[in-house]
Structure formats: C-alpha cells, structure tokens
C-alpha cells in the first residue's frame, strides 16, 4: 500500500530539547516535504526536498532543520524547540500529479 | 507566490441540501488543484485531484470544476449528509508547491 508515515504521532517535549519527526515514503518519490498547519493560519511549506541531498527552506523554515540522506526519509528536526512550534506537522512526497500526505504529528513544546 | 483564498470560512447547512465551496487563486498558471477533507485534528484525505489540461472531476456525491481563466475552482457536494461534516481545503499546485487555502468549515445538521 502506498503510503507516507510519521513518527511519532504526538509528541510534547520542553523548550531546548532537540527532537527529530521521522518521515519514510514507499512509492519512490523524488519529491518531499513538511508543512506546519496553525489555526487560522492555514498549512504552510516549511522545507522541501527535491531529492537525495538536495533541500530547499519553504515559507517558513526558521527553527527547523531537515535532511535528506535518502530517498525513502525526510525527517523533520528542531534542535531548540520553542512554545512557538507548538502545532501540527504534517510529512508530503508527490508524484507526477498529486502530493501523498502523511498522518500528522501533533508537537506541543512547553 | 500563489494565494489560495477559500469562501466561505465557514458553513451551516441542514442535511440534504446541494452545496458549492469556493476557492480562488491568483496565479492563473497553476499546475493541478485538489481538495482536501480534514476532520478535527486529524490528517488531511484527498478527495479530488483536477490536472491542469482537466476541467472538472467527480466521486460519488462530489463534483470539482476547475476554471484558470478565471482563477476559481468549486467543490460541489450533493445531498449533503452529517458525515460531510468537516474542514475542506482546496490546494494549487505550483510545480511541486502546493499552496493552501484556509478552508471552510461545513456543519451538516440533521
């Protein structure tokens, strides 16, 4: 089945403590990315990779590191977390046409 | 940068009731378009993907048309039910960017 998954689902940590979000597709994608969902704010593209070793910041890439060693992976990480990354992030890979979307991770950072 | 802007935010409608969502762009070179469901707190599930050389698609109760010309794309949805319920989200796609709407919270009332 094709899919796109995130670990861990929910997660809520302190301030400074360095975090990682997984994220693995398994339909080959070269395409990745995260995006942050904020209410009344909407989804927006934190960073994108087009692919193996190749990333690029999105709308708002601020506290917030990624890589891209392989294909499959994407994780997501915060290496000082503040309050304000407190929201749901959610992990993407697209194919030719449309973007796959992974589960979700809720962050609270306190 | 493309702007997705979704009218209204937010609906009420009584169960069996025809409705249209709107959303508006203003890059009339957008790629593809697709609408999103999300239920609170949770992932985001395709409903419909419009390619670029597409002018509507269908499934089951739901119906997308997509017009760049005019820099407007609708989600139709018939005979609404309670378990329409829920935030929809229309997306454009950039190349492999997709930009966001904010969504329109529908509430189908028995």
């Known amino acids: 089945e094709a899919q796109v998954t995130q670990n861990p689902r929910y997660l809520i940590t302190v301030t400074g403590k360095k975090l990682t979000v997984t994220c693995s597709q398994n339909?080959?994608?070269?395409?990745m990315s995260w995006y942050r969902q904020d209410p009344g704010l909407g989804l927006r593209q934190i960073y994108y990779s087009m692919n193996v070793e190749v990333t690029d910041k999105g709308d708002v890439p601020e506290g917030y590191k990624v890589s891209r060693k392989e294909k499959r992976n994407f994780p997501l990480i915060l290496e000082s977390p503040s309050p304000n990354q407190t929201s749901l992030y959610f992990c993407?890979?697209?194919?030719?046409?449309?973007?796959?979307f992974g589960p979700g991770t809720r962050l609270t950072v306190t | 940068k493309q702007e997705v802007t979704q009218i209204p935010a937010a609906l009420s409608v009584p169960e069996g009731e025809n409705l249209v969502l709107n959303c508006s762009f203003t890059?009339?070179?957008?790629?593809?378009l697709q609408w999103f469901r999300q239920d609170p707190g949770k992932g985001l599930t395709s409903l419909l993907l419009?390619?670029?050389?597409?002018r509507e698609q269908t499934s089951g109760r739901l119906n997308a048309s997509l017009d760049k010309s005019s820099g407007r794309s609708t989600l139709y949805i018939a005979a609404s039910q309670p378990g329409d319920s829920a935030t929809y989200l229309c997306a454009g796609y950039s190349g492999y960017a997709l930009n966001f709407g904010k969504g329109t919270s529908l509430l189908v009332t028995p």
């Open positions: 890059d009339s070179a957008i790629y593809n």
């Open positions: 419009i390619q670029s050389s597409q």
């Open positions: 993407a890979s697209s194919g030719i046409y449309e973007q796959y």
């Open positions: 339909m080959n994608h070269e395409y």
